[in-house]
């Protein structure tokens, strides 16, 4: 797995300085500096969700916070800061410097180089072009491994879990964590409450598993080095009392007869065969793939068997709309020649439109072709299994993702 992971990682980071030496072209990006073009990469990726694509503190995520966030362009306001506490309130958040927590740190997930590129971009925003942005010698380039008090293996996190995890001052304390103290309810909603940045948490414990939790939470860059959850720096003790938290949301029971689904176990083996097999009724892999086989319009289930409930695997195939999974809404698009066009959104940004057909053909749309367009809370995944499938083609297919697992 850690093979994997760093293969992973290398490619992606291949890909990622093709794209920053790609955009240097534009005079904008000239005008700019290159550090400043790298700043804008990441500000677009993990910041323009809540301070907005220009910087004016309107990002889609805003409306949802208790605490507005900076206006970045407002040239009154950057102007009484200096680079230093700029960079200090990336690094340690909100909290590191006695502001609200609902600002995430950036401190774990970014190298020291790159958050100096955010402050001279935030610097071009404000139109502050005349501010040169100067990097202290002996500035780290390379991203934080991971945080520094070693987390529990699996095992011991489990054999933990089992015996303390329900215990309720423990969920008490994880709650405060999550709610006041960590960023989570700046990206995570509970009960119509907080951002859409990430998942909805208020069923968490219906959908993850404890030992995903608290795996995901300790390093979402281990797993998923794209990711826009940045690593919050929590130590072993705070992944115990906030995934004992989340654990503890079942959210409401699965319905009567979907329970029978689960009653009996099926078999892995044929489940196989009906997730990759085209000519079948199931035909899966055509949209997911499973260590690096099969489709892309989907996202890949690779460890869905340690990750995912088998209720929460179930009510996926049954009723796909139930949840979208982060990062794979669907929209719908109206060209200005009157055309219909929908797809999973994988991009979007101030001139133009990635998606993915159900084909899996990507597409790339510009914006001045484009009459109006819509997220939709709709699923691309056919939501008929439930009619086509037979109870045990669907518990030799649950029985096969049980078996998808991470190896440690
Ligand atoms: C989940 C929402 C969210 C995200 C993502 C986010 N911020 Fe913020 N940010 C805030 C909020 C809320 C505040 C206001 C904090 C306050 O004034 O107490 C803020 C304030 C700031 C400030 C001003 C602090 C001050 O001194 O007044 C800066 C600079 C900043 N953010 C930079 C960034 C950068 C750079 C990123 C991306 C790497 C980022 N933020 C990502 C929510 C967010
Ligand atoms: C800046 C936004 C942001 C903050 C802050 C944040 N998250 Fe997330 N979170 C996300 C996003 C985006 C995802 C979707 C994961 C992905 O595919 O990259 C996610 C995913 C998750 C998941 C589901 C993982 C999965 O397998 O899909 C859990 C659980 C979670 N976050 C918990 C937390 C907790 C607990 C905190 C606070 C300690 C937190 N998050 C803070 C953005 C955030
Ligand atoms: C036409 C493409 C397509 C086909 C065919 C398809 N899916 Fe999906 N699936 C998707 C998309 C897109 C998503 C993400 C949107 C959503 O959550 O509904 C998804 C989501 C899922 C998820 C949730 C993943 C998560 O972690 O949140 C599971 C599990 C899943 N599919 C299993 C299956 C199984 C099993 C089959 C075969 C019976 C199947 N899918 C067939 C496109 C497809």
Redesign the pocket.
């Known amino acids: 797995m850690r093979k994997v992971l760093a293969n992973l990682l290398i490619v992606l980071l291949l890909s990622w300085s093709w794209a920053s030496t790609a955009v240097v072209a534009s005079s904008e990006e000239e005008e700019m500096g290159p550090l400043a073009s790298q ?1 804008r990469i ?2 677009q990726h ?6 907005g694509v220009s910087g004016d503190g309107d ?1 889609y ?2 409306e949802l ?1 208790d ?4 206006e ?1 362009s407002d040239e009154k ?2 102007a009484k ?1 200096n680079d230093s ?2 960079y200090r ?2 690094k340690f958040g ?1 909290q590191g ?1 006695k ?2 927590h ?3 740190t ?1 401190g774990h997930t ?1 190298s020291e180089k790159e ?1 100096w590129s ?2 001279a ?2 610097r071009h925003l404000a139109d502050d072009e005349d501010h040169l942005v100067k990097v202290p010698a002996n500035t780290s380039e390379t991203r934080p491994a991971s945080p520094p008090p070693p987390h529990d293996p699996l095992n011991t996190f489990s054999d933990w879990y089992s015996k303390k995890g329900r215990d309720t001052s423990l969920i008490a304390q994880g709650e405060k964590l999550f709610r006041k103290k960590k ?1 989570c309810l ?2 995570h909603q509970l009960n119509d409450e907080g ?1 859409l ?1 990430g998942p909805d948490l208020s069923r968490a414990g219906f959908s993850y598993t404890p030992e995903w939790i608290f795996t995901w939470i300790g390093n979402p860059q281990r797993i998923k080095p794209q990711s ?1 959850m ?1 690593n919050l720096g929590l130590d072993n003790e705070e992944c115990r009392s906030i995934t004992a938290f989340l654990a503890s949301l079942k959210g409401e029971k699965l319905k009567g007869k979907w329970k029978d689904y689960l009653a009996s176990p099926g078999d892995p083996v044929k489940g196989e065969k009906l997730f990759f097999d085209s000519e079948g009724k199931a035909n899966c892999g055509k949209c997911h793939s499973v260590k690096g086989k099969g489709g892309k319009v989907g996202p890949q289930l690779g460890f869905v068997g340690t990750s995912r409930t088998q209720a929460f695997l179930l009510e996926s195939i049954l009723n796909p709309k139930a949840v979208i999974t982060s990062g794979y809404s669907s929209i719908l698009i109206l060209t200005k020649k009157g055309k219909f066009i929908t797809g999973v959104k994988r991009n979007e940004d101030d001139s133009s439109i990635d998606l993915m057909d159900k084909e899996g053909n990507a597409l790339h749309i510009s914006k001045d072709e484009i009459k109006k367009f819509k997220t939709q809370k709709i699923s691309i995944m056919p939501g008929n299994f439930k009619d086509i499938l037979t109870q045990d083609d669907i518990r030799h297919l649950l029985a096969y993702l049980g078996t998808l697992k991470t190896s440690n």
């Open positions: 700043g990441l500000f993990y910041c323009a969700a809540c301070h990002g995520n805003a916070l605490k507005e966030p900076a970045l306001f950057m800061k506490q700029i309130v990336i909100g410097v502001k609200s609902l600002m995430p950036f970014l958050i955010l402050v971009y935030i960023s700046a990206c951002g940045l826009k940045p």
